[in-house]
């Protein structure tokens, strides 16, 4: 079976700084991406890894956080530093095999179940 667990989500304040997980089972992949939805908007990009060491940032959130992996235990994160209350949403890790990265929900077929980030003034 295949799956995406988040975890690493919480309450900080402005300014503050957490890091998220998502470990992969039961398939590898080649591109991971985190993406973001407040209440009532849309889901977000934020950022996009594939196997090359690509990457690609929002601008909302470039020089604050930073995606990486490691291959060998299957998990991408997201380091977020200074965060801001405008970063309160859900966090979602995506992950697919067919492609190098995109910013598109619709380009990746595997989903976690979401880690809910709180970021109070």
């Known amino acids: 079976q295949v799956q995406l667990v988040e975890s690493g989500g919480g309450l900080v304040q402005a300014a503050g700084s957490l890091r998220l997980s998502c470990v992969a089972s039961g398939r590898t992949f080649s591109t991971y991406a985190w993406f973001r939805q407040a209440p009532g908007q849309e889901r977000e990009f934020v950022a996009t890894?594939?196997?090359?060491?690509?990457?690609t940032y929002a601008d909302s959130v470039k020089g604050r956080f930073t995606i990486s992996r490691d291959t060998a235990k299957n998990t991408v994160y997201l380091q977020m530093n200074s965060l801001k209350p405008e970063d309160t949403a859900s966090y979602y890790c995506a992950a697919t095999r067919y492609h190098s990265g995109s910013d598109y929900t619709s380009s990746y077929d595997n989903w976690g179940q979401g880690t809910q980030v709180t970021v109070s003034s």
């Open positions: 890894i594939n196997w090359r060491g690509d990457i």
